[in-house]
């Protein structure tokens, strides 16, 4: 029996669910962010503006759809950014096209009252008080599920935060195992490691590749902080349920450039087609993690690995020549053969 962990029919769609516009410090309107993107084959943008829920309907076209989305931040001093403060960053994007309702909200802290003035809130919640702890953090990715949208925990090297704060945090649908802006700027941020630890802590998350850009240099600079990192969502259409529900099921995985083309299991054997890579892992958790290669000396287009049910989980890292990376989201054995 074929089990398509990445849908066989439909299109994969360029994402990218979390970059800023002028709407908050990004330099690029969302019209100029929305044109860059589709002119780089991009068919999917959130213009998640720091604590600023917008919905950018206007922009969508037939070959290009801007999702709902914000990104909301806990510090442990009120915003400022000293050498040492740790941060939590969270992007939340809407699931529902008419979702333009901001969760967690604050009447009068975060945001200027020009914006305040313009954010979609409901009357009939109370502020939404913010403490950089794990039971805050926690608390508003539950209100953000629970409202309809989809959670995702960004640069954790960026924020300064280790193994002994992400490991508190729960619910969350996925984490950057990229942010291209962080790693413009110098800071590590390429996750794998982080998504382990989520895994063997029984976090059944997905894994984004992000921009983060806000584009403050030209685009031939090297600190040009867009297409870097993106994400690709297999669905059978480009429209705004088709790509959230494709989100909610996975049907997804990140990519610094690397593509992964098909992904399925027959027969207990799992096979891969992806670009030209240099080596394909098939990563398990324990010590049954597994290589592909091409064949005499060659770059791989495929690869097939045995997987043993007694794995936990598996993800698929495809490197290219460059060293770039597409990674796949964990899959489950115990979901897949019962
Ligand atoms: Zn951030
Ligand atoms: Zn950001």
């Known amino acids: 029996m074929r089990i398509d962990l990445l849908p066989a029919e439909g299109t994969f769609y360029k994402a990218n669910l979390h970059a800023h516009s002028t709407e908050s410090d990004g330099r690029l309107t969302p019209a100029e962010l929305k044109e860059a993107y589709k002119a780089h084959g991009y068919s999917v943008l959130s213009c998640t503006d720091h604590e600023f829920l917008l919905a950018h309907h206007e922009l969508t076209d037939p070959e290009f759809l801007m999702m709902t989305g914000f990104e909301m931040s806990f510090s442990e001093e009120q915003r400022t950014y000293r050498r040492e403060t740790k941060c939590c960053h969270i992007c939340f994007v809407a699931l529902d096209e008419k979702n333009d309702v901001q969760p967690c909200f604050h009447r009068t802290k975060y945001l200027e009252p020009e914006k305040i003035a313009r954010v979609h ?188 049910p007694d794995d936990e989980y598996f993800r698929i890292s495809v490197q290219d020549e460059q060293g770039l990376r597409a990674d796949s989201n964990a899959y489950f054995t115990d979901e897949i053969f019962g």
């Open 121 to 308: 809130f409901d009357p009939a919640e109370p502020d939404f008080e913010r403490e950089y702890t794990p039971e805050c953090i926690n608390e508003a990715i539950r209100i953000g599920r629970e409202k309809g949208f989809f959670v995702t925990y960004n640069h954790p090297v960026w924020s300064l935060e280790r193994y002994p704060e992400y490991s508190r945090y729960k619910g969350m649908h996925a984490m950057e195992i990229c942010n291209y802006s962080s790693v413009v700027s110098g800071y590590d941020e390429y996750n794998p490691r982080v998504y382990e630890d989520f895994l063997h802590l029984g976090q059944r998350i997905f894994v984004q590749g992000t921009d983060d850009n806000h584009n403050r240099q030209q685009p031939d600079h090297p600190k040009w902080d867009s297409f870097g990192a993106f994400t690709m969502i297999r669905a059978p259409r480009l429209d705004y349920a088709s790509i959230a529900a494709a989100l909610r099921a996975g049907h997804f995985y990140a990519s610094q450039g690397p593509e992964i083309t098909a992904l399925w299991i027959e027969d207990g054997l799992l096979h891969v087609e992806c670009s030209p890579a240099v080596r394909v892992y098939c990563i398990t958790g324990a010590r049954r993690s597994k290589a592909g290669y091409g064949e005499n000396g060659g770059m791989a287009t495929r690869a097939e690995f045995r997987i043993d």
